[in-house]
């Protein structure tokens, strides 16, 4: 329980966090129009979606074109709406203007809502020339970006390198869990063969934070080596419906298990 409040506590000061940066410090902006987009900018951003708020970041970019963060802004309600031409644009262009910014949210959002894997590593790879020692977080809270490559890696074949990204993260001084880091690393050991690693990895997230896709595995490990499994694969579906699942508001989380797959098992 410790634990998980501990993450509980990281994910609410990553939502703080994101609704700060969000805000410009608009007395450190050059040039008075650049200033005016900037304010525009603030006050759009406070009503995302609404058509005002659009209106607001188009006035914004036509006062101060190279406004990297009026972009970016604009483009989010077109990523949640599933228009990914008109939010790649967008977010092509602030990342253009602001690489440091920007990189990680659109490497995060071609894993996530496009599955371009390999667009997202080519980001996050090139945002390392920025924060060599950390990637920061993905925007749910969810992640280390550097755990988002490595994903990337596993879902185009490249196991073993996914596993060592992630071993290698997990043993980095400092660093804080993602709540499903031992899950992901439990699940790519296992599409590797490696049952006993796997197993080590879904015991240390029970421990951790426990949920109906990381007990499920644990079950298929247990029917692999002809062991009791019924009682895990029983515990896995009373978790599902008691809906202690693998969630995200817009999409679906990588290697995502459903009701179904624990009934089949």
């Known amino acids: 329980m410790e634990k998980f409040q501990r993450y509980y506590l990281s994910f609410l000061l990553l939502i703080v966090y994101t609704n700060t940066i969000a805000q410009v410090n608009c007395n450190a902006i050059e040039g008075e129009d650049c200033k005016k987009a900037c304010e525009l900018y603030n006050l759009a ?3 995302q979606g609404y058509r005002a708020s659009q209106e607001g970041f188009d006035k914004a970019i036509e006062l101060c074109p190279d406004f990297a963060n009026a972009y ?3 483009a989010v309600p077109y990523l949640k709406n599933g228009d990914f031409v008109t939010w790649k644009v967008l ?3 602030a990342v253009a203007l602001d690489p440091k910014m920007h990189l990680g949210y659109r490497g995060w959002c071609k894993f996530q809502f496009l599955r371009d894997y390999s667009g997202a590593i080519l980001d996050l790879e090139t945002l390392k020339n920025y924060y060599p020692e950390d ?3 993905s925007l749910n ?7 988002v490559k490595a994903m990337s890696y596993s879902a185009l074949g490249q196991k073993e390198k996914a596993a060592g990204i992630i071993e290698r993260q997990l043993a980095t001084r400092g660093y804080v869990k993602g709540m499903f880091d031992h899950y992901q690393l439990g699940v790519t050991y ?3 063969g490696r049952y006993d690693k796997a197993l080590e990895n879904f015991e240390k997230q029970s421990k951790e934070y426990d949920f109906a896709e990381n007990i499920y595995f644990k079950s298929k490990v247990s029917k692999i080596r002809n062991k009791d499994y019924l009682d ?9 419906d008691e809906g202690k699942t693998m969630k995200d508001v817009y999409t679906h989380h990588f290697n995502k298990v459903y009701r ?3 009934e089949e098992l």
């Open 141 to 147: 809270g969810d992640y280390n970006l550097s755990i």
């Open 135 to 137: 990637l920061g977080r």
């Open 260 to 262: 179904k797959q624990i």
């Open 91 to 93: 977010i092509d262009k």
């Open 232 to 240: 895990l694969k029983t515990l896995a579906l009373q978790t599902y």
């Open 45 to 47: 951003s406070d009503f």
């Open 72 to 74: 970016m802004e604009k």
């Open 190 to 192: 296992f599409e590797l």
